[in-house]
């Protein structure tokens, strides 16, 4: 299955890599939150070969109405993870496709064809970019970790989130050694897996902004908990605080002073 899927994954990459260069028709889902016709070009491309490939899964989507669909041995695809940064030209952007077995992951590929990377993971099969397998970092002081964080679109509506962003910025910055936000929670979580960050942070995520990065990391040899450091529940859990396993304790600890 990871070879199909990888082959469609980045026949698709062709249609976000055309879209980047290309003027786009812009729509707003809510405050802030962007959808071009290359999220649904991708989504519709993806979700029409899947569907006709893998027969056995559900297909959850971002774009699409999933009310109805059952998480249980499902595809779970987000078309254009990093919207903002794909509509402005930021080269950080991705597809992102999680195939989960009984609410576990199974497989993960999350493609940026801007710059032409590719992370994979089979579940205890290890995590690899273009082929390379990778490793979270050593570091284990959390004054030496670079993290990264994400700003939900939510925070721009709601005032309480918009606090806790804040309340957890000011808690976290003077600890670390720097915070990032690039945009694209996918592609934060596959960079602590090749050992770029020691962690990442975010409040509200969807479950196709992590489906897929939540495994590449795991099988890098990180950690993902919520917020108590306890298992991350995709779909459920407010936070979703990812590292390279040896900073958690501390992150967790920080991020609840
Ligand atoms: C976005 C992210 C971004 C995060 C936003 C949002 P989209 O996904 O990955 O990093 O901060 O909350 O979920 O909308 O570009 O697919």
Redesign the pocket.
Known sequence: MKKELIKIIKEAGEILKEGYYTKKDITFKAKK?LVTQYDVAVENFLKKKFSKKFKDFNLIA?ESDNANVEFNNSIII?P?????NFVNGVPHTAISVGVYKNKKPYLAVVYNPILDELYTAKIGKGAYLNGKKLKVSNENDFQKSLLAT????TSNTNEDDLNDVLKKIKLILPLCQDLRRL????L?LCYIAKGTFEGYY?M???AW?VSAGILILTEAGGVVSNINGDEYTLFEDKYLVASNGKIHKKFIKNLNK
């Open positions: 939150d971002e987000d254009i993870d990093g919207t903002t994400g700003f939900p679109y945009g694209a929670a996918s934060d975010e509200n995520l969807k902004d």
